[in-house]
Each structure stands twice: as structure tokens, then as C-alpha cells.
């Protein structure tokens, strides 16, 4: 499972890096924490959850090179590719909205493009993380990377932990029953 997000403490906290966000939040329940991975430019971490065995993963790439980390990654570790999910941000969906699919195209997003680019498919299961539209004119590459107001927080908190919720019952009860609880 892979979190979608750009690394270092200049985009820490940003809209553009929710999927890392929900990715330490599966870590912290499963009791694990992070190491670089000796063969992949990415941080890892192996534990159970739901009784599975995942690998959390954070790219060190930057997000338009999500790609680059995550094939390397799927190898390393011979996770087919209808195992592998990636957890990002999504535009088009409001603040605190999810969505849960297998497949489909990167819809302008430049890390789910690397990733296809990269595994030769789109056909991995996606949690979509709303965040909003950028208000008035401005662009959306601007929008991304800017922090979640003081007053959005609250709402980011309980989105993280939803979308670890929805991530459980993908792995547990799989992606009909996950749609059916979490699609909103």
C-alpha cells in the first residue's frame, strides 16, 4: 500500500500529502514506524493489519515520480499488481469526501500517471482522499501544495482516520463491501 505525497518538512501537512497522512496513521495501529528501504527510494514499513501483511510505503520521489519508487517496490516485495493500493488526494472530491475503485485512469493526477506509466497498468486499487477545489482562480498545482487551514483540521483528522477505516475493510472485507460503507 502506498501513500501518494511529496517528501520533506516544506510539504509536510499539505493537501497534496494526505495519502502519507493516512499511511502513518495504518503505521501508528499497527504499532510499526518507517525505515528507508535498502533497494527502493522509499520509506517502508512491514507489519500485520487485519491480520494481513502489508508494506506501508512512502515514496521519496517526488510525487510526479511516484512511479519510480513504487514498480520497484511491487518487485521487491512480488505484490501482483491487484494487491497494490495507492492512497492519494483527489480534486474533484470535497473535503472529507472517499472513494474506493480498482482501475481506471489517473484523471490528472501526476502520481497515479507515474505509477501507471511505471507498473504498465492502472489497474490497482485506488482510495481517493477529497480535498477540495482551489477557490476562485487559483491553480490547482498552487492549491495542492498549500497547508489545510486552522479551521479544516478537525475535518483532515477524522478524513485520515476514515480513509485507514477504508483501507481496512478493503483488505478485510473487500472493495464492494468498502465501496458500500465508505463511497460518500
Do not use: W
Not at 109 to 123: A, C, I, P, Q, Y
Amino acid at each position: 500500500m502506498v501513500g501518494l505525497g511529496n517528501p520533506g518538512a516544506e510539504y509536510a501537512d499539505t493537501r497534496h500529502n494526505i495519502g502519507f497522512a493516512v499511511v502513518d496513521d495504518l503505521a501508528r495501529r499497527a504499532g510499526g514506524s518507517f525505515r528507508q528501504h535498502r533497494r527502493a527510494r522509499a520509506h517502508v514499513c512491514e507489519e500485520r493489519l487485519a491480520d494481513c501483511r502489508v508494506v506501508l510505503a512512502k515514496p521519496t520521489t517526488y510525487m510526479n515520480a511516484a512511479g519510480d519508487a513504487v514498480a520497484p517496490l511491487a518487485a521487491f516485495y512480488r505484490v501482483p499488481l491487484t494487491q497494490i493500493i495507492a492512497v492519494h488526494d483527489d480534486l474533484d472530491l470535497p473535503l472529507g469526501g472517499l472513494r474506493l475503485k480498482l482501475g481506471g485512469g489517473d484523471g490528472g493526477h501526476n502520481g497515479l500517471k507515474s505509477m501507471r506509466t511505471s507498473l504498465k497498468s492502472g489497474d490497482f486499487f485506488r482510495v481517493r482522499v477529497g480535498i477540495g477545489r482551489p477557490p476562485g482562480q487559483m491553480a490547482p498545482a498552487t492549491y495542492v501544495l498549500r497547508r489545510f487551514a486552522a479551521a479544516e483540521q478537525s475535518e483532515v483528522a477524522v478524513v485520515v482516520a476514515e480513509a485507514a477505516d477504508a483501507v481496512l475493510a478493503l483488505l478485510t472485507e473487500g472493495l464492494a463491501t468498502a465501496q458500500n460503507q465508505f463511497n460518500r
